[in-house]
């Protein structure tokens, strides 16, 4: 039987648990034990944190695993890379990990590429070159993900707890300030398989606005005419490959300005966290995102083939009892359109800081659209 190890064991890493063992793998998963439901689906579980790398490394040596793969967080697809590559198996390089995970080496590989891009500085205080920046400005720690300690700047009064915001989520202890982009929010999700690449959907994003920007919802497919789709893709792919992306999933989140310009955020090269790589791709397109990701891991060209037929799909987060509550009229209402229903966790009612700390959320699918 083959072998896969995956780093992590949450809610979002078990549709790849799951996925892994439908396609007949015997799965080793890795993370820090706290009752996660990974914890409980792996054929094998290690107590591990997915950040002691060379642990990890050390105990892939014995169940020689034919992959190793993550989805849906940087940190895990930073282990991921060091632990393939010390095995000899399928992955980015540690170039491409760096530059995909840290904002301001994006920012600058981006730069190099002449692909446009705001103004931008790393910091780890306030300093007075800051003041001459153009209002408003964005400022979110350089290696996080998750909406964690992103913050929107309209008054310089409030630029300083900002940053000290910031440098304290960041692993580094730097933040990143840049000029905030007008517009729509979008996502661009990829599959790349040495060094080409594949768009599988393009998803539209909606957030809690300013100043935090929390992810509400997102939906598949995104609405965009085929002329800016036209843009997008040229766009994308050259960011693609400016940050050495050569093979598994990405997720690149991008915004439309009122004048039409393709303006990147970030890229990730890992699946898109929020069930959009887990879920909402297959839902939408037929396209088999997961299986995709394991047969890249495993060395093998994914196979592009339709499995469904293509639907909107669309997530819902519950930040409210308002929320909870139109979910369970929703229910009722339009029982055939859910797909999934969370755990819903209301210890975290009005406490909602962040994409972690969301009550829960829910999936609906209509089929022929």
């Known amino acids: 039987m083959k072998k896969i190890v995956i780093i992590g064991a949450n809610d979002f890493q078990n549709q790849l648990i799951l996925k892994a063992k439908e396609m007949g793998f015997e799965t080793h998963v890795f993370a820090w034990k706290d ?52 095995l000899g198996l399928p992955c980015n390089s540690q170039e491409c990990i760096r530059l995909s995970t840290n904002k301001y080496a994006m920012r600058e590989a981006f730069t190099q590429a002449r692909i446009a891009t705001p103004r931008f500085y790393r910091v780890d205080r306030i300093e007075p070159y800051l003041f001459g920046m153009k209002l408003p400005i964005i ?19 409030n630029l ?9 989520q960041s692993f580094c202890k730097e933040a990143i300030v840049e000029e905030y982009i007008e517009g729509e929010e979008y996502s661009y999700e990829t599959i790349s398989y040495q060094g080409k690449h594949t768009n599988l959907a393009v998803t539209k994003k909606y957030t809690t606005g300013s100043p935090h920007f929390i992810e509400t919802g997102h939906v598949q497919p995104c609405g965009l005419s085929e002329d800016m789709l036209y843009k997008v893709h040229y766009v994308m792919r050259r960011a ?51 299986e995709m990701v394991i047969d890249v891991a495993c060395g093998k060209e994914p196979k592009l083939v339709r499995k469904a037929d293509p639907g909107r799909a669309e997530i819902k987060f519950l930040f409210t009892m308002e929320d909870v509550e139109e979910l369970h009229a929703f229910e009722k209402e339009n029982p055939e ?26 999936i609906t699918l209509k089929r022929g659209e």
């Open 35 to 86: 009752g996660s439901v990974g914890e409980r689906t792996a054929d094998y579980f290690y107590p591990i944190s997915i950040v002691e790398t060379e642990q990890i490394l050390e105990k892939c040596r014995e169940i020689k695993p034919d992959a190793v793969a993550s989805i849906a967080s940087d940190l895990a697809n930073i282990t991921v890379s060091k632990v393939a590559s010390g």
């Open 139 to 157: 400022v979110k720690p350089t290696d996080r993900s998750g909406s964690r300690a992103i913050t929107k700047i309209t008054d310089f009064e």
């Open 160 to 168: 300083e707890q900002a940053i000290r915001d910031a440098v304290a």
């Open 240 to 290: 693609l490959d400016a940050l050495k992306i050569t093979d598994g999933a990405s997720h690149g989140e991008f915004k439309i300005t009122p004048d039409g310009n393709v303006r990147i955020i970030e890229i990730g090269s890992r699946m898109g966290g929020d069930c959009i790589g887990s879920d909402l791709v297959f839902l939408s397109t037929g396209y088999d995102f997961m």
């Open 337 to 362: 359109e859910i797909y999934r229903i969370s755990e819903i966790d209301l210890s975290n009612l009005g406490k909602v800081t962040d994409s972690s700390t969301r009550l829960g959320y829910y």
